[in-house]
């Protein structure tokens, strides 16, 4: 009886995205019943009930002398505090006793006293019944039909005016008898849910529910969406509530805080610190009373990175270099754009006598640091790719053993091209061609294509005049993309078809 909620986050370098929405499962073995829900002996029930919901269903165990034509009732009540217009569906799968007193079946009741106002559709042994009590105290009227195995239920409140169907699948809907007025209160909260009594006040009959659905009345629906420092809601609308209750807390379960009022069904919660869960409910209120709380719904705010999505060259993002703010995603020129290379874990020199082609790079597993060095005149091609390999119009004579390659310090290539295709993902601090001390290093064409991943964590750097990046599928995430010192000029170098990320920036040559 105990639930449990999940929800599924994507990750890449620059942190989680957003949560999925929820799902919930509840684990049998247990007496305790999941809220919203509370279970009330009204009347003279009693003996030792018992509620356990497992499996999509419902077992209430309960006792009750009699729900029917008389000016009290005794049984046994599973239900949710709820305020302005609702309906219970449920499908009765056991009445639980072959007492021609006992009944199972949903209810809406004004409260939990033995005489209150009611209406009710039950399962007897022998008839479906649409009780109502119009006022307190007084006998309950009763519009019958014959009963059929395991029936699906239902009762409606639309203001004052109540009304009973019974359906055998679920689909097609029969209304017992015609609407009925009971003069429930507007304001006051009252209570829907199953009832169940055994024909005996301790005598227990274990009936059995499923497809149990409760709409309006109260808060459903509940979906966290984290960010950046918050926490973004949005839930199903309650009927007659002019504001809702958000309560915080930072353990599952509670206790709650209250956090804000608003009017509507949506609220941010903002302010809240990156790697935190916070555990949500909402309830609705309608100026005099409160309905149950929701289920929970939990998220962990996070750094959250902008995504933009190009295609062939749409997209936009301007930088302001006065108040050094991203819109969108920037371009900018830095005039100290040079890397300090530190030594490579592996060097590829291409010579004079190089000739035009493919040169590949591979095995380097983890924290390998690739270096391409290269004075050549003829145009090389530097690839990383992932396996299974795709069709790069040429095949590398190597490829990377694996898929994930995670490079220390900088991926640098000199006077060459660097084609990242396949499957593989990489990452490195900075990804360019810029290289300190080195004469003659500059460098072509950065190709991310097919299904590759790639993070600079610090940037890309295209020191040079001879600068080109080509995204052509494939995911780049990076903070920054930087001209160096030279002013790019004219498109044919620059073209973007794919998912680009500016990523948190953690060097501030890029400033976020």
């Known amino acids: 009886g105990v639930p449990f909620y999940y929800i599924g986050q994507a990750a890449n370098g620059s942190g989680p995205g957003p949560a999925s929405n929820e799902v919930g499962i509840i684990l049998s073995g247990s007496n305790t019943i999941p809220p919203p829900w509370r279970e009330d002996n009204v009347g003279t029930a009693a003996g030792s009930p018992s509620t356990v919901f497992a499996g999509g269903q419902v077992t209430v165990n309960g006792a009750g002398a009699r729900i029917r034509n008389r000016s009290t009732d005794s049984f046994r009540f599973v239900s949710i505090p709820v305020i302005g217009d609702c309906a219970i569906t449920a499908r009765v799968d056991a009445l639980g006793s072959t007492s021609s007193a006992a009944k199972a079946g949903v209810m809406i009741r004004q409260d939990l006293t033995d005489s209150a106002l009611h209406a009710s559709t039950l ?8 009780l109502r009590r ?27 005016t109540f009304s009973s169907f019974w359906s055998a699948d679920g689909q097609s809907w029969t209304q017992i008898g015609n609407n009925q007025t009971v003069p429930m209160s507007a304001t006051a909260a009252y209570y829907v849910g199953l009832a169940v009594c055994s024909g005996n006040t301790t005598t227990l009959s274990n009936a059995a529910f499923s497809n149990v659905t409760i709409t309006g009345g109260y808060p459903t629906g509940l979906a966290a969406t984290a960010g950046n420092e918050q926490v973004a809601f949005n839930w199903n609308a ?5 504001s809702y209750r958000v309560k915080r807390a930072t353990d599952a379960g509670g206790p709650y805080t209250e956090i804000s009022s608003p009017a509507t069904n949506t609220f941010t919660d903002t302010g809240l610190s990156n790697g935190t869960t916070y555990f949500y409910v909402v309830s609705a209120h309608n100026g005099t009373a409160e309905s149950a709380d929701s289920t929970e719904a939990f998220a962990t705010p996070f750094v959250v990175p902008s995504t933009m999505v190009w295609n062939n060259n749409a997209g936009t993002g301007i930088w302001s270099s006065t108040d050094k703010n991203w819109t969108g995603f920037a371009w900018y020129a830095d005039s100290d754009a040079t890397i300090a290379h530190t030594a490579a874990a592996e060097t590829i020199t291409l010579t004079e006598a190089a000739s035009a082609g493919v040169v590949a790079i591979g095995n380097g597993g983890n924290n390998a640091n690739y270096t391409l060095n290269g004075s050549s005149l ?10 299974p390999a795709n069709d790069l119009g040429t095949n590398p004579t190597t490829t990377l053993t694996s898929t994930n390659v995670s490079v220390a310090d900088d991926l640098v290539v000199g006077r060459a ?6 499957n593989a993902a990489v990452t490195a601090n900075r990804i360019g061609g810029a290289i300190s001390g080195v004469a003659n290093a500059d460098w072509g064409q950065l190709t991310i294509q097919d299904n ?24 780049l995430t990076t903070p920054g993309i930087d001209f160096g010192p030279h002013t790019f000029v004219g498109s044919t170098n620059l073209n973007f078809n794919g998912t680009l990320v500016k990523a948190a920036a953690d060097n501030p040559d890029f400033i976020t």
């Open 134 to 160: 119009t006022s307190v105290g007084s006998n309950s009227a009763e519009t019958t039909t014959s009963q059929i195995s395991q029936p699906w239920v239902r009762i409606v409140r639309a203001g004052t």
């Open 417 to 422: 091209n660097l084609v990242i295709g396949g």
């Open 123 to 130: 399962l007897s042994t022998v008839n479906l019944h649409f």
């Open 238 to 242: 309650v009927t007659g509530a002019t």
């Open 378 to 387: 003829a145009a090389q091609t530097l690839r990383v790719q992932g396996n």
């Open 452 to 475: 590759a991943n790639v993070t600079a964590t610090e940037g890309i750097v295209g020191n040079s005049t001879a600068w080109g990046l080509n995204l052509n599928g494939g995911t």
